[in-house]
């Protein structure tokens, strides 16, 4: 699995070098202020999970479920933005497909790794919204030990997805904008 993930990295660098007109243009086309707002919405997503992950080490149930909740209505959040944008973007025809916006063959490539990256992204936010979920119901209804190691688990993979956007956002909305 990782390996995949490292020649989808290599490849879109690769893409990049060969084609930096074509990638700066599409880079532009990508919405920043959405891009912005879910970066901001899913660091502190990340701040609300540590403060859950913590506050479930140390008994603290009611602030451990008011964490894992408000880190699950960033996360629902965070897909509400991207799903506007989705549509922004096939409104404005950006999908790499008939009828495309941009002339450079090349900005399709872009196109293509922006859907794929944010795509599998998203994937990734949903299940961690499943999961958050289950954990905060089973803390809820006592079936799970506050000071299970499944809130700090939980917490790594959240931040884990947290810092794959982190680097998504430069390399698909700060990309021909400098």
């Excluded at 629902?76 to 025809?93: S, V, Y």
């Excluded at 992204?121 to 289950?134: K, N, P, Q, R, Y």
């Excluded at 006592?142 to 700090?152: C, H, I, N, Q, Y």
């Amino acid at each position: 699995m990782i390996q995949d993930g490292t020649h989808c990295a290599e490849a879109f660098s690769a893409n990049r070098w060969l084609h930096p007109e074509a990638f700066a243009a599409a880079g532009h086309e990508t919405n920043v202020i959405y891009g912005t707002v879910n970066t901001i919405v899913l660091l502190s997503s990340s701040f609300s999970m540590a403060v859950g992950a913590e506050a479930a080490r140390a008994g603290l149930r009611r602030l451990a479920l008011a964490g894992l909740a408000v880190t699950v209505a960033f996360a629902i959040a965070f897909l509400l933005i991207k799903g506007l944008e989705w549509r922004e973007d096939l409104h404005k025809h950006l999908w790499p497909g008939p009828g495309f916006k941009l002339e450079q063959p090349a900005a399709r490539i872009f196109f293509g790794f922006y859907w794929a990256m944010t795509g599998l992204h998203g994937l990734h936010v949903t299940g961690g919204i499943l999961v958050i979920a289950w954990l905060a119901w089973q803390a809820w209804t006592g079936r799970r030990a506050l000071r299970s190691p499944a809130f700090e688990t939980v917490a790594l993979y959240w931040h884990f997805v947290d810092i794959v956007w982190v680097f998504l956002y430069p390399l698909l909305y700060l990309a021909g904008r400098a």
